[in-house]
């Protein structure tokens, strides 16, 4: 009777041996680019990747949300290689690799103060003009840089742009009224007559809620016509960036004014603001991993 057991558990194990499917090792993503050091005018010393534009071509500031990082933009720094843009993707301070504070000790931003009187968040605006100040050293003229930003990055891109008219264009990504105090809406109100998009997702109901409004003040100042809005399917921020929503972002790029459309009555009326179906598509990564981790926590309210 044991000799038969045995027999029957080998035989088992056999076949169980035979039909198992080896496990596929995860491939790392390798996000493109030189890996650069930039100091800001408060002593901060930032990591970023960066890659030059093709002649004549675009170059961005990619700026991630709270909790997140460079590598966040993985997905879109691809295809904007691949259309021949560059772009500098900053880890903010305290974020990334971007840990250690001016005084030497590490400082991560769960710890960062957020007060009427003192905001390290406001502070990030360093940040920004930090990564401008690097591409302009690397010969991309101010009028060929434009911003994307995410989360609180949306919130520090619409800043500077409202301060800095040369900014051709700014990429708003779940855009609200205000992240950890870094508010939106002035700096929307100021920043006139240049094409802006906004992505969000209805199913980021935070972000959804205030779209409307911010929505309205988009038309206002850049104009029907200047404003684009992408819906993505699900997710917040960076996580958006799945399948065709980067093609059409990069649409946008390529084409952001929308075309006058001629009225049957022979009056010239704008485009609606949903952005087309784009014939762009990119391969989504579903099977990789990233090798550094895509965020430190999840997005802020």
Not at 86 to 111: E, F, Q
């Amino acid at each position: 009777m044991k000799r038969v057991l045995l027999a029957t558990l080998l035989c088992a194990a056999a076949i169980a041996s035979q039909s198992a499917v080896p496990a596929q090792p995860i491939k790392p993503l390798v996000f493109p680019g030189l890996l650069v050091d930039i100091s800001t005018r408060d002593g901060w010393k930032l990591k970023a990747k960066y890659n030059p534009p093709q002649e004549g071509k675009m170059s961005f500031l990619l700026l991630h949300g709270t909790g997140g990082r460079k590598e966040d933009w993985y997905r879109l720094a691809r295809p904007l290689l691949k259309r021949g843009y560059g772009y500098l993707a900053l880890d903010l301070r305290g974020h990334g690799d971007s840990r250690t504070a001016p005084d030497g000790k590490p400082a991560i931003y769960r710890k960062f103060v957020v007060s009427k009187n003192y905001n390290e968040y406001l502070k990030m605006m360093a940040d920004v003009e930090a990564g401008i100040a690097y591409l302009v050293s690397q010969g991309v003229p101010e009028e060929k840089i434009g911003l994307i930003g995410a989360d609180v990055g949306s919130s520090l891109a619409l800043r500077y742009a409202a301060l800095h008219p040369k900014v051709p264009m700014v990429g708003l990504l779940s855009a609200r009224m205000q992240y950890q105090e870094v508010t939106s809406v002035n700096a929307m109100r100021a920043y006139k007559d240049r094409p802006v998009l906004m992505m969000y997702s209805e199913a980021d109901k935070n972000t959804a809620s205030g779209m409307p409004i911010l929505e309205s003040f988009a038309k206002m100042s850049a104009g029907e016509r200047r404003l684009t809005v992408i819906v993505a399917p699900t997710e917040h921020g960076t996580k958006m960036l799945r399948g065709p929503v980067i093609g059409q972002v990069c649409d946008w790029i390529a084409n952001p004014i929308k075309p006058e459309i001629a009225a049957s009555s022979g009056t010239a009326v704008s485009s609606g603001t949903a952005a087309p179906a784009s014939t762009t598509t990119f391969e989504d990564e579903d099977g990789a991993e990233p090798s550094t981790p895509a965020s430190d926590a999840p997005p802020s309210e």
